[in-house]
């Protein structure tokens, strides 16, 4: 390997995290002798837990039951600490590297043969074999003793027949701790390509999980020659694209011939169905949010905004900021999906637009917080202006969708109980919630009777719901309705629909009146086959069972993803037989959070509400 070669190399490695996984080898291989230990001492005619008990009886134990535990013990410590020393003796030498099964396995082979010659016979010639003949000695007299026999010639007793099958025995020990070798280093290998080192290769950060394979990348990628590649882009990091990485990352794991990119506009994932918990300070913004890097081992990671899309000609601009200066990239690509989600929709009115607050985003449920505690704060200095008071303690959210429903929901909690425990100025019965949706129910996404039953429970606890009912215009300091009504109040939240970027409205491509791009069955762009599919909240994909479009939820997002990832890696490497698959999926359930402990749900088919749906939702949140 030359120099420039080897510079290209980066090692993510912890010794910690390889240890850990040599002592769980080290552990199942210790487990794993068991077996034949029980096989071979009951073909002998003996009990399968005499070693067990010799082992107790030479650190003093001689309770059968304690010295069989002892032994057990002594066993699995004894095998730990050997996988320990042997395998930290190989990763500091560099002697073998475990992170392909075929060098595991001979580290096992190794293992056990070096334990077998340089441990256990020694051990077994001088303490154990003494210890097992007088052990077996003992449990002979004692048989004996209680039923009343004499044996005065027993040259046929177990103990005989072990001294006389010492070379067998001893055969059948190498056989057992070769089996032990062989756990151990097919389970820590195994260990360590799932979860431990990664090599990666500096120049196009990206790794892989076998040191073989980044070698092979080299050779064929950054050779002067290089071979032509497979390129997959991904645009968006929410459910449908993260899961879109995981899942081409799994496939192509193995194959240099494959490069796979991501691009977001954040650097993270968020988990959006738990901004509401977020904006009541139920949960903390961490919770929520997990790296993209993380995500991103087999691929290449961008932090940028999409500028713009050539479905024809397969390239894609991207665009990040530097101070004031912006710089473009282009990218071209042999498979693209797109997953970049929707943007809040305020159906035209600018002045809601400009007055209102959103949840689309997590700087949204943090800065929405931040709102109602200064509301708070201000309501609790005014004791002048009542009026003003009242409009500082009344929040408004358009929409009852689910988002509209748990912001009002987790919102109402907070404050009433922000004022019960801290604002003692205040009355809590002086704040108003208030819920406007334009539709005749609220969730049209649950049955009629849970819809209804979420209804009553918000009421209950003190929400406002204002139905069949529509915004029209908003101020700094107040909301008109459609029916003439004027509403004082200082906060206004828009959770009132969502609409696609303009970016993907102005494709070259087929779209629903809303903006969506219309997906065929295979979830590929229309005009575009085996070349561009599209995922998550930006696709219309029609449901075969009603016709109707799927819903924009994470759950048909992921399972959008996973139908779309078999049929690129059908497109890329598929065979004669294969198949395409289409997406036809039916919605396992929906929960929706109405207040604290408190839901409503449909899961697997059943209605559920109150507690029953509230710990679902609590527990995945956790």
């Known amino acids: 390997m030359t120099r420039n070669t080897q510079a290209m190399f980066r090692i993510d490695f912890s010794l910690r995290r390889e240890v850990l996984f040599v002592v769980i080898g080290a552990i199942l291989g210790a487990v794993t002798m068991v077996i034949p230990i029980t ?27 304690s010295s069989i535990i002892a032994g057990i013990a002594i066993h699995l410590i004894t095998a730990i600490s050997i996988g320990i020393a042997l395998g930290v003796f190989l990763y500091k030498t560099g002697i073998l ?36 003949t007088r052990t077996m000695a003992a449990i002979k ?21 072990f001294a006389n099958n010492l070379t067998a025995i001893m055969i059948v020990w190498l056989i057992i ?6 756990v151990l280093g097919g389970i820590s290998s195994s260990l360590s390509i799932r979860f431990g080192s990664r090599y990666r290769c500096a120049k196009c950060d ?5 040191i073989d394979l980044l070698q092979k990348h080299i050779q064929l990628v950054h050779s002067a020659t290089p071979i032509l590649l497979k390129r997959i882009l991904i645009l968006g990091g929410g459910f449908g694209g993260i899961e879109v990485l995981r899942q081409l990352q799994k496939a192509f794991q193995d194959d240099v011939a494959v490069d796979i990119t991501l691009i977001s506009r954040d650097n993270f994932f968020l988990f959006t169905p738990m901004l509401p918990e977020v904006s009541s300070g139920m949960i903390e913004t961490r919770h929520i949010l997990t790296p993209v890097r993380t995500f991103c081992k087999r691929a290449k990671f961008y932090e940028a905004n999409v500028q713009s899309i050539d479905l024809k000609n397969k390239d894609v601009v991207i665009a990040h900021a530097i101070g004031n200066q912006t710089r473009t990239h282009i990218l071209k690509y042999d498979y693209l999906v797109l997953a970049l989600g929707d943007k809040t929709n305020f159906f035209g009115m600018t002045e809601v637009a400009d007055n209102a607050l959103t949840i689309k985003r997590v700087g949204d449920a943090i800065v929405l917080r931040n709102h109602v505690i200064s509301m708070l704060e201000q309501a609790d200095v005014e004791h002048e202006d009542l009026e003003l008071r009242r409009s500082l303690m009344t929040f408004v959210i358009v929409g009852g969708g689910f988002s509209g ?18 604002y003692h100025n205040l009355d809590r019965m002086d704040a108003r919630i208030i819920l406007v949706n334009s539709g005749g129910r609220i969730l049209p996404e649950v049955t009629e009777d849970l819809a209804q039953f979420a209804l009553q429970q918000l009421r209950k606890n003190g929400v406002e719901v204002m139905l069949n009912t529509r915004l029209i ?34 494709l070259s491509c087929d779209h629903d009146k809303s903006g969506r791009i219309v997906a065929n069955k295979y979830l590929e762009i229309n005009g575009y086959e085996n070349g561009a599919f599209v995922v998550g909240d930006c696709a219309c994909i029609t449901d075969p069972h009603t016709g109707s479009p799927y819903p924009p939820t994470a759950q048909h997002a992921l399972r959008q993803a996973k139908v779309a990832t078999k049929n690129i890696i059908f497109a890329i490497n598929g065979k004669p037989n294969d198949r395409k698959i289409s997406f036809d999926y039916k919605t396992k359930g929906m929960m929706a959070l109405i207040g604290k402990r408190n839901g409503v749900g449909i899961l697997l088919g059943l209605k559920v509400h109150g507690f029953t749906a509230f710990f679902p939702c609590g527990a995945y949140t956790i």
């Open 177 to 182: 701790h070769l089996v032990f070798g062989t």
């Open 97 to 132: 590297n475990i992170s392909k099964l075929s060098n595991g396995l001979l580290y096992g082979l190794l293992a056990g043969s070096i334990v077998f010659a340089v441990f256990f016979i020694p051990v077994y010639q001088f303490i154990l074999a003494p210890e097992i």
């Open 141 to 161: 007299v004692s048989t004996t003793s209680q039923s009343g026999e004499y044996a005065a010639t027993a040259t046929t007793t177990p103990q005989y027949q």
């Open 473 to 506: 215009d908003a101020t700094q300091d107040s909301v008109k309705l459609n029916n003439g009504s004027l509403i004082s109040c200082n906060t206004l939240i828009w959770a009132g629909g969502a609409l696609p970027d303009k970016l993907i409205g102005n």
């Open 405 to 422: 429903v748990e912001v009002a929901g987790e919102l109402n909690d907070f404050v009433r109980e922000s004022i019960e425990h801290f």
């Open 39 to 65: 096989l071979l001492y009951t073909g002998l005619g003996l009990p399968y837990y005499l070693t067990w008990m010799a082992f107790g009886h030479v650190i003093g134990v001689y309770s059968p039951s």
């Open 206 to 210: 990206i790794s892989f999980s076998r």
